[in-house]
């Protein structure tokens, strides 16, 4: 069993950045291909960008060339940095973490951009 926490959201103007986290618990386990996804209320939960345990990435179009996402396979960690944030970035943003083809989420981080 796994645990998946997320942290680092908060309330930021347009134009700046954040940097989110996902920690995973769990003993000698390998996470397959991480995630951040965001979900606006009312609205479906969307991908917004992945990475494999080799390190390669894919984002949304929407995000491309201002999210970075990353990960540390020995601390079983995931991050997302962030950067020149729109109030349509506005979200609660989740973390999956797969193990052994079974979805693992947290609770998620709510993320909020003024304008």
């Known amino acids: 069993q796994v645990r998946v926490v997320e942290s680092g959201g908060g309330l930021v103007q347009a134009g700046g950045s954040l940097r989110l986290s996902c920690e995973v618990s769990g003993r000698n386990v390998r996470i397959g291909t991480m995630a951040w996804y965001r979900q606006v209320s009312g609205k479906q939960r969307d991908l917004v960008a992945s990475i494999t345990p080799g390190g390669a990435t894919d984002y949304a179009n929407s995000v491309k060339g201002r999210f970075s996402i990353s990960r540390n396979n020995v601390k079983n960690s995931a991050y997302f940095q962030m950067n020149s944030l729109s109030p349509d970035d506005t979200a609660v943003y989740y973390c999956?973490?797969?193990?052994?083809?079974?979805?693992?989420w947290g609770r998620g981080t709510q993320v909020t951009v003024s304008s």
């Open positions: 999956n973490a797969p193990l052994y083809g079974q979805d693992n």
